[in-house]
């Protein structure tokens, strides 16, 4: 590896100061590398190009931050956790230093995470990592959202909102709303409604290849939510159609590949192992 990127978390004060030690620990390696927040994703978009490796310098939020980042480039990402629940991450801060000159030496294995493809009626195409969400916006009052899966007419669900869902997405929001857990290289898709009522409320989950379907019908406020953190505003008629994307986001992992069962019950406490 000879260029590295690095995304910091710019709220996170350990985070910022920890991107300046890895920035003298690569020069002294020889190696060249770039430095941005991660909340700036577009000017992230301009480096990628060339960088062999994006280090994550933050928690999870920062990691879809990076994911979405890096496409269409098939760059890993490492994660270094300096948040909370840590569920994307690789490494602690305390022992990074230690194991990174490992992956940078060619140690580790490559996992595969599926994304979203999202393009709404009115906007551009965009990737997300973890879940797209159709759902209310400030307003308590539910949403009406016809749902389609391969152009056949499902239902309309009266909720908060439609989680459509990646594998990695399922331990997030998704099973806070009461979806199941897929493993992490699964490539299947949840639709999980948001506090439905009256309506088909078990989560379905999907194959690969389909293609889901959501157009609001509402007379408030609606949004389009991409990982919990892009929000675009979405009027009665807008519509959303979420697939499997082409590009993956690709995680450089030291750990053993049996590491989802071996720490899924710590990492879902919140705790790293």
Known sequence: MQR????????????RSFSGELERFLSSQGLS??????????KAKTQIAGTDLVLSIGGDGTILRAARAVVPQAVPIVG???????????????????????????RGWIEKRAM????PSQGR??????????GRGSSARLVSVEAKVDDEFLTVYRADGVIVATATGSTSYSLAAGGPILYPQARGILLQ??????????????????IVQLKVITNHEAIL?????VESPLRSGDEVKARLSSHVTRFLRLQ??????????????GKMT
Request: hydrophobic share 40%; aromatic share 10%; with cysteine.
């Open 193 to 210: 409604p948001i506090c439905p009522h009256l309506v088909l409320e078990k989560a379905l989950v999907l194959p690969p290849e389909a």
């Open 116 to 119: 979203l493809q999202v393009e």
């Open 33 to 42: 590398f770039w430095t941005c927040s991660a909340w700036e994703e577009d």
């Open 225 to 229: 939510s991409l990982d919990g953190q």
């Open 125 to 134: 195409t965009s990737y997300a990592l973890n879940d797209v969400v159709v």
């Open 256 to 269: 053993p590949k049996n590491y989802f069962y071996t720490s899924l019950e710590s990492r879902l406490k």
């Open 80 to 106: 270094i956790n300096f948040g909370n629940l840590g569920f994307l991450t690789e490494l602690k801060a305390d022992e990074a230093l230690d194991k990174l000159p490992r992956l940078l030496g060619g």
């Open 4 to 15: 590295i990127g690095i995304l910091y978390h710019p709220k996170i004060e350990k985070a």
